[in-house]
């Protein structure tokens, strides 16, 4: 799941921050970045060094990307995902890492850190927490406003014919946190007037001195269709240039394409 509610309701809480990296530490952010940097060969014009983390969170992308010589700047809504990625950084700085990455509090669709970087990326369908359509389009004119000539626009979402062939169904996942058992129950709604699946995490966490602690978040997950994301990103000067099943930079995506990608250059 995504990172950071940018509209609506406020899920990641501190409760669920703190519990983020253990509930994805099996999540390939290595190969996603090796996606990025595979998109950036392929459809930019090379020197691509400066890149904007829009819905960062715990920052996994941004530092990954750091570690490659890149300079990041990571933009959240989330203080607490936040805390949790500037905590990394002076992890990584305690034992001799030099990353050029930085973390800035803020909404995407008005917070301004630059107005020349080579690349914006909204990864792990950051683009699906912005319901709106209004949103959408405030946030997409934001990110071309920060992009130079040319700079590329690399975000993932749920792909809306997969999601409707496939549909959401209820799980639960066990994982350790801080050496304890911890459970997160999941149950999905479908709103297919609104193209948006209501999706609810209960976590409960035992903790032998606090007791049983509950905690419950909504997360409200827009899926997109090729043509509106091809409409709003021309309506602010984004052209896509490819629309690919995420991370496999050369296949296109199908009903059984839950994660799909887009890759859309400043014109």
Known sequence: MPRDSQFGSEPFGAAYSLAYDALYRDKDYVSECDFVEAA???????????ILDLGCGTGAHAIELARRAYTVRGVDLSPDMLSVARAKCVAAASQGERLDAEFVEGNIAVARVGSDFDVAIMMFAVLGYINDMADLAA?????????????????????????LSQRPGDRVRIFDLDGRRVVRATHTDLDTFAQVARVKFTIFDWNGEQGLQVNEELHKMRYFFAPELTYLCASVGLSIRALCAFPSLGEAPTESTWNAALIAQAT
């Open 139 to 163: 946030v997409l004119s934001n990110v071309r406003g920060q992009l130079r000539h040319e700079g590329m626009l690399i975000a993932d979402f749920w792909y809306g014919p997969a999601v």
């Open 40 to 50: 950036m060969k392929r459809y930019g014009s090379g020197g691509r060094r400066k």
